[in-house]
């Protein structure tokens, strides 16, 4: 509107000054004109100069409205199941913002094993989907393969390592939650063992467990970390069963990064007795009495960056990385186990955690399988 108003005033000047010079010109007498017939053709052509101004203006202001009131039609893509109180089922509530914050058209998958990924991206794309999202690093090279064959639409994969002009990666430092949960897990341990464990290894996986050993060994240069790697993203008998091989070895606190299959993890500890850390979500509700904090990843605030590039014209592919410090990652409450827990590790975990979001401390990026 703001627009409008300005080009309304600048084809009235516009013709005010026409008709001025009009009937200057029409008075048949030069002398009593207030500019000579060359001042006068200057100042028609400076007005036709700012009415093809405000025009131009106003196609740009009418084209930017137009992809504003845009409908995008968005899908993603997601290895387990959305409601998995996990990994999976925070990325589909950045999906679910994009229908309710920005109108989105949304359509999802989920269970996708990797050898059905490449299919379901090209079946969205093909179906006039302005923007795919994988999520998790195992949607990089399909999403490389298809973007080939569909130019024009935006390819967007979290934790991917790959780019394109229509492709983009948006990594989480999960390895910072991992590092603080690992803090938690030594510092609540008693026997001076413990355990994690993961899904496939993946490099977006194998920093965050390596992240969880660096941040025991902070706690704890002593202590024993047991890890595992279940093979599956979904089996969560597979995340059961290495987690109590653990706690059978002496584990006391189990950690996972192990989306679905954790669940199993932390139905392991709670049935032993023992405690849990959680991953991805604030995983308290599956188990009150052990779960006694998650690194929370906020994927859907990461989603919402994504499509926002696509919606203002600003999309490029690239890698983006996000961590504590852009509020991508976090801590979650301790709930009803924080006063289980010392007050040195809380301190502990309260100062390493403002070191993060400040810089003053940088955890490491370890992406090789110890």
């Known amino acids: 509107m703001k627009n409008m108003k300005k080009m309304s005033a600048v084809i009235l000047a516009a013709s005010m000054a026409m008709m001025s010079l009009t009937g200057c010109g029409g008075s048949g007498d030069a002398a009593e004109t207030t500019g000579t017939p060359a001042a006068t053709e200057a100042a028609k052509t400076e007005a036709e100069a700012e009415t093809g101004a405000a025009e131009a203006e106003n196609e740009e202001t009418e084209a930017q409205a137009a992809a504003t009131d845009k409908t995008y039609k968005v899908a993603m893509c997601l290895s387990g199941a959305a409601n998995d109180m996990g990994w999976c089922q925070v990325a589909y509530e950045g999906l679910k913002l994009l229908e309710s914050e920005y109108g989105c058209e949304i359509a ?44 024009d639409v935006k390819f967007i994969v979290t934790e991917g390592e790959v780019s394109a002009d229509n492709v983009a990666s948006y990594v989480s430092s999960c390895e910072e939650g991992g590092y603080i949960m690992g803090m938690l897990a030594a510092g609540m341990s008693e026997t001076g063992k413990i355990g994690y464990v993961g899904p496939i290894q993946g490099a977006s996986l194998v920093k965050i467990m390596n992240g969880f050993e660096d ?84 994927i ?9 590039s696509v919606a203002d014209g600003s999309f490029a592919g690239g890698i983006y990385n996000f961590g504590m410090k852009e509020d991508a990652v976090s801590v979650a409450p301790y709930h009803g186990l924080e006063e289980k827990i010392p007050e040195e590790v809380k301190s502990l975990i309260d100062e390493r955690v403002a070191q993060i979001k400040s810089g003053e401390f940088k955890v490491p990026c370890d992406t090789q399988v110890r």
Not at 120 to 144: C, K, L, R, T
Not at 300 to 308: G, Q
């Open 108 to 151: 999802y998958t989920e269970n996708l094993t990797p050898d059905d990924i490449e299919a379901a991206f090209a079946d969205y794309a093909s179906n006039g989907y302005d923007v795919v999202i994988g999520h998790g690093y195992e949607f990089g090279d399909p999403a490389m393969e298809v973007a080939e064959q569909y130019p």
């Open 300 to 308: 859907p605030h990461v989603i919402e960056l994504a499509f926002a």
């Open 215 to 298: 941040g025991a060994r902070e706690v704890n240069p002593d202590i024993e970390v047991q890890t595992a790697w279940t093979g599956s993203f979904t089996d969560t008998a597979l995340g059961k069963e290495a987690a109590q091989a653990m706690i059978d070895n002496g584990a006391d606190v189990i950690g996972h990064c192990a989306n679905e299959a954790g669940t199993g993890c932390i139905n392991a500890a709670k049935e032993a007795g023992v405690y849990a850390t959680g991953d991805s979500y604030d995983q308290n509700d599956l188990a009150p009495d052990t779960v006694l904090s998650s690194s929370v990843y906020h």
